[in-house]
Each structure stands twice: as C-alpha cells, then as structure tokens.
C-alpha cells in the first residue's frame, strides 16, 4: 500500500510539473516578449502602437518568425546598443513586412515595404540606425509614416 501511494505521489508530481511547463513555457520555443507602447508623430498627428520589444541577442534573432499573424496597429521594435547600418530578413517569416529603420535620435531614417516571407534577401537599413519596427506588409503608408518622423517608446 505504501509503494502503490508512493507511485501515485510521483506520478501527480509528474504530471504536475509537465502541466506548469506547458502552461509556463512558450509555444514551440517562441521567446516571450515585454510589450510597450510605441508612439510616433506623423504629419497627420500621432499614433500609438503596441509593440513587442527585442532588445536581447535571442529575442532578436527570434523575431517574428513563426508567427501567422499580426493585428493593425501592432508590432516588434528591435532594439540594438548602438548605431549602425542594420541588415534583416525574412526567413521563417510568414507574413509580409514593413520594416521601419529608426536612428539613434529616434527619427524614421528609412522603411523597407512589404518584405516578402520567407525570404533570404537581406533588408539593409541603408542608413547607420539602432532601432527597426516591424509591422504589417503596407500598414507603413496606411498609417502615413514617412522619413523624419519621431519615434518614442514607453516600457
């Protein structure tokens, strides 16, 4: 009787623990992300959009990748130590992209529209920058931004 509660106590301690993995760690390796608010002035007034922030080598590397999806006004800002011309890509991206390049004095220095999925081509940020948003495929000019717009993040 005392080996037969000793399994049973192992057992719902196994599953116990395989439960809180499942609950706690993310889906299929994803990275878990902070979120902040992201606002920019544009020349039609400002937005707000809600951003998941990379701001590790890992989170960065990681990305959107995977992802299926991405609500309006949504999005990742990819934050780097210090300025310099940035390259980025699509692999393992299943949406398109806008990737919009954003200098050290938090200004819009360039935007690379519609990024194809899945592909390797590299996206360069044509200027020195430390900072890329990545929203929606088109969303960019939906929402008007252009070069030389501020750009502030609340964490």
């Not at 699509?90 to 390049?101: G, Q, S």
């Not at 529209?113 to 000019?141: M, N, Y």
């Amino acid at each position: 009787m005392r080996q037969y509660r000793l399994n049973v106590t192992r057992a719902a301690t196994a599953a116990l623990a395989v439960i809180i993995v499942l609950i706690v760690a993310p889906a299929f390796g994803d990275t878990v992300f902070k979120h902040a608010s992201l606002k920019i002035e544009t020349r039609n007034g400002p937005l707000t959009l809600d951003v998941e922030v990379a701001d590790t080598d890992k989170k960065r590397e990681h990305g959107l990748m995977f992802r299926r999806n991405l609500p309006e006004k949504a999005g990742m800002i990819f934050l780097f130590d210090d300025e310099h011309t940035i390259t980025m890509w699509m692999k393992n991206t299943y949406i398109p992209l806008d990737m919009v390049f954003i200098g050290d004095d938090w200004r819009i220095k360039h935007i690379a529209r519609e990024a194809e999925p899945l592909s390797t081509d590299i996206i360069p940020s044509v200027h020195p920058t430390s900072r890329v948003l990545e929203i929606g495929g088109g969303e960019a000019a939906k929402l008007g931004l252009a070069p030389g717009d501020t750009v502030s993040l609340r964490q």
